[in-house]
């Protein structure tokens, strides 16, 4: 039975550059690093970057990140004046910046969660909504 993510791995073409933007502009803690990869993490989540030649990302998946309300405004401002890209514009509930890494990965910064999230569906159901 599985009990959750055990670890997320991306594939980066420059490890060095990569490294910098999960450290020093999202604020990842860095454990080991070797020729070809580095271990990360953030809260309770295990990042690997794995240099690899990285696919194209044409569909809307996307890693989503929390933050807390009272940290959303100063940290959005902060990737903002770091020069990072904005892939999307949010149009969902709670308050969510999307961004790229160095390599395209499509990545979101979410104030909220799935109680959040269903309970905002109560009241905006997307078309066509069922429960399971």
């Not at 990302?57 to 996307?62: F, G, I, L, R």
């Amino acid at each position: 039975m599985i009990t959750g993510i055990n670890h997320i791995t991306l594939a980066v073409s420059d490890l060095q550059r990569s490294l910098d933007f999960y450290i020093d502009t999202l604020g990842f803690t860095g454990h080991v690093m070797w020729n070809n990869g580095a271990y990360l993490s953030i809260g309770e989540l295990w990042l690997c970057l794995s240099y690899d030649i990285p696919c194209s990302k044409e569909d809307y998946t996307h890693i989503a990140f929390s933050v807390s309300p009272a940290d959303y405004e100063a940290f959005t401002t902060r990737l903002v004046s770091r020069g990072v890209v904005q892939w999307k514009e949010n149009t969902s509930e709670g308050k969510s910046f999307y961004l790229l890494d160095p390599d395209a990965h499509k990545l979101e910064i979410h104030v909220g969660d799935l109680s959040t999230r269903l309970e905002e569906l109560q009241t905006h159901p997307y078309n066509s909504l069922v429960d399971l």
